[in-house]
């Protein structure tokens, strides 16, 4: 089955003479690229089912991570040469890295200045939240799959659900407003886990996003028939919420939002398998070894830290970047027959 057979709007090409060499960062369909997201680190301090076994993975090494220096300059490039308005850093989990501040406060420092986000699993947010918001972050998203300490630890493999909910708190004090909070939900136990995170961002204040669970797990046992649809993730809040579209225009975010009984409060629903959103991509990845990805799910990488690394100069750093986004997919195909999992996991492509 295809995207077309699922009724999912795809991009179509453009008649174009080729490759711009300034403006924004475009593809052949049209696309501006204006969402970096850049992973610091594969290494993650929770072992989630969905992601990696338990014993962890084989750790990228020290010296093929980007140095604090390597990517201040490619977050320079990115926003003064190829229009990226908006910074997300990502993992593995960024609060491993030694140097996140730092780059936090290089991307905070940049004209104009971008956006800049991060997307953690909260474990260590707490101490560290205000510290983050001084260096310039502005928003965070916490992963949270549910708050049943019981079920916390079985997805996780670790007993640190009173850390994240402690991180939420910080970061919400700290004012990295809007507090988001994304859930990939269990197969077995999510329906139930939806209605209890809803209650709980609820009453706190924070914004629920529930994502589908992706074909990016590195053990690849990834199945479409075990996971949950958001048809089933709408069908179950709905038994307990009343959910009207957001009125809102969506534009190019992943998520389709839903006002709750009739206020302003507001869950997003994430359907990047069933109701994929390839259309409006405006995203680019850089990982943390210096790879540009122009879609989550690509099976090809183009290399900037060896240009970064041989002496290249930024125009030439640029025109690279701008040939790995031009060749962009129009989507990312899981719904295609001959669909292939990338060979990297979800914790070294970076969210």
Request: with cysteine; glycine share 8%.
């Amino acid at each position: 089955m295809t995207p077309t057979d699922l009724g999912v709007p795809m991009p179509r090409r453009i008649a174009s003479p080729g490759m711009p060499a300034e403006g924004p960062l475009v593809d052949t369909y049209g696309r501006a690229a204006t969402d970096l997201r850049v992973s610091l680190t594969d290494r993650c301090n929770l072992r989630c089912t969905y992601c990696m076994p338990a014993e962890g993975l084989n750790w990228l090494p020290g010296e093929a991570l980007l140095t604090a220096a390597e990517l201040a300059r490619l977050l320079t490039i990115a926003v003064t040469r190829l229009g990226i308005t908006s910074v997300r850093f990502t993992g593995g989990e960024p609060l491993v890295s030694p140097h996140l501040e730092e780059v936090i406060a290089a991307a905070a420092a940049l004209t104009p200045r971008p956006e800049i986000a991060l997307t953690t699993n909260g474990v260590a947010l707490a101490a560290r939240a205000a510290g983050l918001r001084a260096a310039g972050l502005d928003r965070v998203n916490v992963s949270l799959d549910t708050v049943d300490a019981a079920r916390f630890a079985r997805i996780t493999r670790r007993d640190r659900l009173d850390d994240v909910l402690a991180g939420l708190s910080a970061a919400a004090a700290a004012g990295l407003a809007p507090v988001k909070v994304n859930a990939v939900l269990d197969p077995a136990t999510g329906l139930d886990d939806a209605v209890t995170l809803l209650e709980f961002c609820l009453r706190h204040g924070y914004q629920l996003r529930i994502i589908e669970q992706m074909p990016l797990d590195a053990e690849h046992h990834w199945r479409r028939e075990d996971t949950l649809s958001a048809n089933d993730i709408l069908g179950a809040l709905r038994r307990r919420f009343d959910l009207r579209p957001d009125p809102a225009p969506r534009g190019s975010a992943p998520a389709q939002l839903w006002r709750v009984d009739g206020g302003t409060a507001t869950v997003g629903v994430i359907a990047s398998v069933s109701e994929a959103f390839c259309a409006a991509c405006d995203r680019t990845r850089l990982t943390a070894d210096g790879q540009v990805r122009s879609c989550l799910f690509a099976r090809e990488e183009t290399d900037l830290r060896a240009l970064l690394r041989s002496g290249a100069d930024d125009a030439a750093i640029e025109a690279t970047w701008r040939a790995a986004m031009w060749g962009k997919p129009a989507g990312h195909g899981i719904n295609d027959p001959g669909f292939v999992q990338p060979l990297r996991p979800m914790s070294a492509i970076g969210g």
